[in-house]
């Protein structure tokens, strides 16, 4: 199944925008909690990906439970 997550960067302040004072972590807890769930293939596409120890840490479970990670970048 594909599924989009994104931050919240921004938000409605008046008549403009203003920054969140905090990193919204929600897109990232969501992504890793989908990848401690997954069975079978893990694809990941993101021009700029750059793994946390977090992240390594989600990944690297998952693959000693035998899923494949494929990981697709702008970047050889």
Known sequence: ?????HDKFVRKNGSG???????????TDS???LVEKAQVSIDIENAY???????????KAARK???????????G
Request: hydrophobic share 45%.
């Open 65 to 75: 439970r035998g899923v494949r990670i494929r990981v697709l970048t702008n970047s």
């Open 17 to 27: 925008y203003a920054r969140y004072e905090r990193k919204d972590k929600s897109c």
């Open 49 to 59: 990906f750059i793994p946390t120890k977090r992240w390594f840490k989600a990944l």
């Open 1 to 5: 199944a594909t599924v989009f997550f």
């Open 31 to 33: 992504l890793i909690a």
